[in-house]
């Protein structure tokens, strides 16, 4: 499915001397393109578990949904020791990145990425295996953040999906590189477009206007694991 997106601002003759705000290098129009990131960031997530349309070699059409059984999924509760529900913990990441593994969905220098949420994060910097020097590299509680530990590079957003009917289960993913497909729509009428232009019928000021097409989809089952981590504990 393509998703398009624009962006538009006015900005008079006084504001574009004073300000600059027609430069590209001004913090509003930077803005404006952190935020059209965080759209394109939104499509990339839904896309990782979303169904997938494929066109057969008969020339007809399936839609193939995400496969969240066992190998595909960690479960809320998962522990190897309990079946408490929790948020993120390292036995989870270890799990995720096992199925993976075990379905041969890792790439050859057997890096993944996580994506995850802040609150997964906080669940983290409590783990000991994680904060402290003797396991970790970079020791987290000093940098407040974590980037890559066990072979996962970490991706923290605040737009993650949750779990139908289940305010706090969030849907982590686990995803191996060059899973994700994002495609921006084709044809002339479809392609990215940035201008800055006078617009006569506005006074003359000037217009600061963005808009894209864009689409992604899943390339491999094998490739994404989802994590359902509640993000209460």
Known sequence: TITGNEWAHMVDDFTQIKEGA?????????????????????VIIDAADADVVRKNANGSVSTVSFN????????VNYDPSTTVVSNLTIGKLLQARYLMEAANGLGSNG??????????????????????ADYN???????????????????????????TGQATYEKGLLIAPRTIQLNYGS?????MQFSVDRIPTKKNNWQIFYKEWLGAARRDDAKVVRVICDNSK
């Open 111 to 132: 890096m993944a990425y996580y994506i995850g949420s802040p609150a997964q994060k906080m669940s983290l910097l409590r783990t000991t295996q994680v904060t402290s």
């Open 68 to 75: 969240a059984g066992s190998n595909r999924e960690v479960a």
């Open 22 to 42: 027609v430069d590209p290098t001004n913090d509003l129009i930077a803005s404006a393109s952190l935020a059209l990131g965080r759209e394109r960031d939104k």
């Open 137 to 163: 590299s970079v020791r987290a509680l000093v940098n407040g953040d974590i980037d890559t530990f066990l072979g996962i590079k970490f991706i923290w957003t605040n737009q993650l999906n949750f779990v």
């Open 187 to 191: 044809g002339s009428k479809f392609n």
